[in-house]
């Protein structure tokens, strides 16, 4: 446009010359543009839109094996595909390429890629899109930097692939000599590079007998030809660290198939096997404190059992004190055995280094160093030559969240623990805590089958093996053991009176007055009840010393003991057997002092008795009259006899006593005082009771109905009777079966009887007195009875106790105290009978004192009911004091 336009306006030949100028120009411009393109290093071709060739360089055809002259413009691309196929410069089938090169050509973004020749040359290839249609490549032969990179970068992966690895990778030769090693061996066998294990052997890293134990494996491999495969081994690697490793070894062959090597791979599975070693420690330390193993054991195991899984970590157990102030030393296996003596009864406190600190705040205390923290200020001395540094201390809980105890980790280095050591301590606690859970449990069980609750002694279990030890050591030292059977007297009678509130705290004063006043060694048992039993440990053999300790003990039972505003008086009743004069073991030792117990209390109690044999014969006697008496009832063996009663101004007959008797099939006639106390015992007393009063009503009945004057049958009840529920109702069917009526029958029941439960004797008598019996108080005057108590008795009559009667003709104090019961019971409105009258100063004695009435041998002896009936027959009453018709012996 620019030329016309010149045209229009000036001259052609202007307009020639500027042309050929241009012209010149563009021609300058191609030839520079084409010395550019053909002396550029890459192959470089355009292509128009019907992909034909506009331009190529000389670097194409060079890099195509194509003559320049072939490659003119205006070739199409399939035509200079055949050239190249033809040349064997093409990657691929004239085909498959077109295909390719049209799916990229159809595009509209640039693509590189890399084509590999047929001639075995790698050709990059970069294709440009052309904004108006069709397209620019540029083509490079990378052949050589391709090669290159490939040796590159084999060389660089093997290495770098084996590095990063973390198991252990080698190959050795057939001499076991390492060929090649990866970093993690190399840097876990103390070597700085992989190059420095070249021609190492174990023997160069390991102890002989490991290194050994791998050349041994390693040969067997190699002479074998088989692969090792995931076999468990350890090493100790160079930081001195025990690993498990799981090994594969497999025998190397070169492309000959000659064995040249082997090749190794190890992967560390430590973490695993401690994993399992804790599981199974776990579940062993679980059954030692299932199969109760000592305490001790179980600590030490559990502590041995952190320290596997830790590397220079040193486990303590400490155990929190009964009385909750102090540490005892549990279990601290690899701590210095000085050091665990000097903390062994560490108080528990606010600055008590780590352990006393963690139990006093109960909380974990994390002492990461020891020379600086304050709370092991007043300590340091004490842990400095033992170099431990830190200290991570734990209490130790009961499930209830009671302290039992301390765990701690010692360290010699100065750090806090890491996470897997915190999890550890986490387990530890908890597993220690169920151990002394499970031990103090089992203490306890065993202190209450061993121990009286109340008292807290040891009872009649321990006292056998007590026993047993005291025997043993007496036999090897030729000592004795003196076995002191104590029974308290009347302690039944505070239990009734005061409560068992009172009579607990009796027996618990008494229990520990007995311990205070015997040796250490010595055991004082509570059998139950009132009995007590002391060993008294390696005796002197002499009695007297004995004698000594034994009076020690009754004065501390003696000793007045203050319970609410009471002050009470006890006293014991005591039998002693020394081992070996009286026994020979524990069994026969007490059953002779119980055999010298009984004595005592037939002595009258508040005394004690050395075991004699005879005691034996006399138990075994009391045993064979156990027997018989049972048959003697069903043998109809007893029977009555009836002692007047005497009304002292009449001198008439106003009542008989039923008195007992036995007529043994070999002794003949036994005496009640020999069978009655025996009878007690056993309870046969219950039945025979029942046969006494049923027998006497039945003989009082007899007696009305026979005609004669009627007079009261007075009728001895025992205390064991009196305690039995149903006593009413069994006087009731006595009455019944008899027909006698209720105010002919007078029941004699014992002051002490009366004192040993005065509430339920109180509530029995009235509901006797109710009935229209009445009730009469025998041996008054031996017993306790307080004034105040005696009014609140129904009671008809008093019985002065023949003791005070046999006297009383001349004895000052007897005759005090007859005549003071005399115008006591009359002011109560009782009337007073005298028991054992035998002579006419007694009689005479009573009559002066205004006494009621008498009994005894001076009118008549226990006489048959036939020689009653005859004398109340007697139709003319003797005058005052006058002597019996007739008197049948006792
Ligand atoms: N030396 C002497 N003794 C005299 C005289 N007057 C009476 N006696 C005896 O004194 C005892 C009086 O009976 P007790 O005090 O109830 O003492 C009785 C009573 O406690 C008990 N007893 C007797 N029969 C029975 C019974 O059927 N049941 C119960 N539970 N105890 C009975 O046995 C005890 C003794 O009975 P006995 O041997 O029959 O002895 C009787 C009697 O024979 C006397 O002037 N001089």
């Known amino acids: 446009m620019v ?25 300058a411009q191609a030839l520079r543009y084409e010395t550019a393109i053909n002396n550029i290093s890459q192959g470089i071709c355009f292509f128009d839109t019907d992909e ?15 003559a320049p002259e072939q490659l003119q413009a205006g070739l199409t691309l399939s035509e200079l595909v055949e050239r190249r196929l033809a040349a064997g410069t093409s ?90 090693a990866n970093r993690a061996l190399a840097h876990d066998s103390g070597r700085d590079k992989t190059s420095d294990m070249i021609g190492l052997t174990d023997f160069d890293l390991h102890a002989p007998e490991l290194a050994q134990k791998f050349r041994l494996v390693e040969q067997n491999v190699l002479s074998s030809g088989r692969p090792m495969i995931d076999e468990e081994e350890f090493v100790v690697d160079a930081s001195g660290a025990v690993k498990w490793l799981s090994s594969t070894k497999v025998p190397l062959r070169n492309v000959k198939n000659e ?9 560390d599975i430590t973490a695993r096997k401690q994993e399992d070693v804790l599981r199974d420690g776990q579940a062993r330390i679980l059954e030692m404190i299932a199969m109760s193993a000592p305490l001790e054991k179980v600590l030490d195991h559990l502590m041995r059992l952190v320290e596997s899984q830790l590397t220079g970590i040193f486990g303590s157990v400490l155990l929190l004190d009964k009385d909750g102030t102090h540490l005892r030393h549990g279990a601290a296996p690899s701590l210095a055995k000085e050091y665990t003596a000097l903390i062994d009864g560490i108080a528990v406190g606010s600055k008590v280094g780590s352990c006393g600190t963690a139990v006093y705040r109960r909380e974990p205390v994390i002492v990461t160093d020891i020379m600086q923290d304050p709370l092991w200020e007043d300590y340091r001395e004490l842990v400095t030559p033992y170099g431990y540094r830190s200290c991570w201390s734990t209490p130790i809980l009961s499930h209830q969240g009671d302290v039992l105890g301390v765990f701690a980790m010692y360290s010699m280095t100065v750090r806090e623990p890491v996470e897997a050591e915190t999890r550890l301590i986490e387990f530890t606690t908890r597993i220690a805590g169920i151990a002394i859970e499970r031990k103090l449990a089992e203490d306890q069980i065993h202190f209450l089958a061993n121990h009286d609750v109340l008292t807290r002694l040891p009872n009649r279990a321990l006292l056998e093996d007590r026993l047993s030890q005291a025997v043993l050591y007496a036999q090897r030292y030729d000592r004795w053991v003196t076995v002191v059977f104590i029974d308290l007297d009347n302690f039944k009678l505070v239990n009734d009176t005061l409560g068992h509130n009172a009579g607990d705290e009796l027996l618990k004063t008494l229990a520990r007055r007995m311990v205070e006043c015997v040796k250490a060694t010595d055991t004082v048992v509570r059998l139950g009840g009132d009995e007590f039993v002391i060993v008294l440990f390696d005796q002197p053999t002499n009695v007297d010393l004995i004698s000594e300790s034994l009076q020690t003990i009754r004065e501390a039972i003696a000793a007045p003991i203050h319970i609410a505003e009471h002050c009470l008086r006890t006293t014991a009743s005591i039998g002693i057997a020394n081992y070996p004069k009286d026994g020979a073991n524990p069994q026969t030792l007490l059953a002779n002092a119980d055999a010298a117990m009984y004595r005592a209390k037939e002595f009258g109690r508040d005394n004690f008795q050395f075991y004699t044999p005879e005691f034996n014969s006399r138990a075994h006697e009391k045993f064979v009259l156990q027997g018989e008496l049972r048959n003697a009832l069903v043998r109809s063996e007893f029977s009555l006899l009836y002692q007047p009663q005497v009304d002292l101004r009449s001198g008439r007959v106003i009542a008989v006593e039923a008195l007992i008797r036995w007529t043994h099939p070999t002794q003949g006639v036994v005496a009640p005082m020999t069978f009655i106390p025996t009878a007690e015992e056993t309870g046969l007393i219950v039945a025979i009771g029942d046969w006494v009063l049923h027998e006497a009503c039945r003989q009082n009945k007899a007696w009305q109905d026979a005609g004669l004057p009627r007079v009261t049958i007075c009728v001895n009840v025992s205390a064991r009777q009196f305690r039995e529920r149903n006593l009413v109702s069994r006087v009731v069917n006595a009455l019944r079966d008899s027909g006698l009526e209720a105010r002919h029958l007078e029941l004699e029941v014992t002051e002490s009887l009366i004192m040993q439960d ?21 041996d008054f005057g031996t017993g306790y009875s307080s004034l105040s108590a005696l009014k609140t008795f129904p009671v008809a009559r ?23 019961v005399i115008s006591l019971g009359q002011k109560l ?62």
């Open 3 to 27: 030329a016309l336009a010149k045209l229009a306006a000036g001259s052609y030949e202007t307009l020639e010359r500027e042309l050929q100028a241009t012209i010149k120009d563009l021609e």
């Open 52 to 66: 034909r060739l506009i331009l190529s360089n000389r670097r194409y055809a060079e890099i195509y094996r194509i």
């Open 91 to 180: 990657s691929m089938a004239a085909d498959a390429y077109l295909a390719l090169a049209r799916s990229v050509n159809s595009g509209t973004t640039s693509r590189i890629w890399t084509a590999k020749l047929a001639d075995g040359r790698t050709i990059k290839v970069c294709h440009q899109p052309m904004p108006g249609g069709g397209w620019v490549s540029t083509h490079e032969d990378i052949t050589e930097l391709a090669a290159s990179r490939q040796i590159a970068d084999e060389r660089i992966s093997l290495q770098t692939l084996i590095d990063w690895v973390p198991d252990y990778l080698w190959v050795k030769d057939t001499e076991s000599r390492f060929i090649v």
């Open 259 to 267: 064995l040249i090597g082997l090749v190794g791979i190890a992967h």
């Open 758 to 778: 005065i509430e339920l004797a109180v509530a029995t008598m009235n509901e006797l007195q109710e009935l229209g019996v009445q009730i009469s108080i025998d």
């Open 798 to 820: 008093l019985k002065i106790d023949k003791s005070f009667i046999d006297n009383v003709a001349d004895d000052e104090n007897d005759q005090a105290v007859v005549s003071a």
């Open 829 to 890: 409105n009782m009337r007073v009978i005298a028991e054992g009258v035998e002579t006419e100063d007694q009689v005479a004695f009573l009559l002066k004192n205004n006494c009621d009435e008498m009994q005894g041998y001076h009118y008549s002896k226990p006489v048959s009911a036939q020689a009653i009936g005859k004398l109340l027959k007697a139709a003319a009453w003797p005058p005052v004091h006058p002597r019996p018709r007739q008197q049948q012996p006792d």
